[in-house]
T-cell receptor, first 114, second 115 residues
Framework: AQTVTQSQPEMSVQEAETVTLSCTYD???????LFWYKQPPSRQMILVIR??????QNATENRFSVNFQKAAKSFSLKISDSQLGDAAMYFC???????????FGAGTRLTVKP | DSGVTQTPKHLITATGQRVTLRCSPR?????VYWYQQSLDQGLQFLIQ???????AKGNILERFSAQQFPDLHSELNLSSLELGDSALYFC??????????????FGPGTRLTVL
């Protein structure tokens, strides 16, 4: 079974600084998708960024970017110029191209200090 | 705001009871997904419907069932409730292609407390 591991239960960053959240996954597939979701105190799940495994170029969305290392099965999220509103739980997720399931990591709680 | 709505926001009930959670997807989305988030199990995929038909089934208990109606809203029915069913239940929707790997937009969730 595919597993997603987020080894950092909690992270902290100073406002305006950069932080990287780690995610590793286990799979024998070559085609799959990876996601980062943000869950703020409001508890809603918000898609932050998405990466297709067949794409070598790392996905970016404004201040959010990923470092996708397919061979290492690593998918880290970098948040630049951190803002107070970035404080939330961040979940890494994996989904195969032709599978009916989506697997989530346990989450990383990010605190942003003013 | 993702465009996905869920009602009710909070639900408190007793063991053995049955409840229904409701979800309205984003306008134009044909796929609806249900997830359960609990402290001990984390976030788990339950089931997916696409245009009224069951498309994928995850870790859903037999006491739970769901359906998607012609207007595309979906309901998740939880019966014979146990204390361990207390959790946050999310609904998500995705674009009309119906592929599971489409970007999913999550609703705000329904907090279920079983006493």
């Amino acid at each position: 079974a595919q597993t997603v591991t987020q080894s950092q239960p909690e992270m902290s960053v100073q406002e305006a600084e950069t932080v990287t959240l780690s995610c590793t996954y286990d799979t024998s597939e070559s085609d799959y998708y990876l996601f980062w979701y943000k869950q703020p105190p409001s508890r809603q799940m918000i898609l932050v960024i998405r990466q297709e495994a067949y794409k070598q170029q790392n996905a970016t969305e404004n201040r959010f970017s990923v470092n996708f290392q397919k061979a290492a099965k690593s998918f880290s999220l970098k948040i630049s110029d951190s803002q107070l509103g970035d404080a939330a739980m961040y979940f890494c997720a994996y989904s195969e191209y032709n599978n009916n399931d989506m697997r989530f990591g346990a989450g990383t709680r990010l605190t942003v200090k003013p | 705001d993702s465009g996905v709505t869920q009602t009710p926001k909070h639900l408190i009930t007793a063991t053995g009871q049955r409840v229904t959670l409701r979800c309205s997807p984003r306008s134009g989305d044909l796929s609806v997904y249900w997830y359960q988030q609990s402290l001990d199990q984390g976030l788990q995929f339950l089931i997916q419907y696409y245009n009224g038909e069951e498309r994928a089934k995850g870790n859903i208990l037999e006491r739970f069932s769901a359906q998607q109606f012609p207007d595309l809203h979906s309901e998740l029915n939880l019966s014979s409730l146990e204390l361990g069913d207390s959790a946050l239940y999310f609904c998500a929707s995705s674009e009309t292609s119906g592929r599971f790997t489409d970007t999913q937009y999550f609703g705000p969730g329904t907090r279920l407390t079983v006493l």
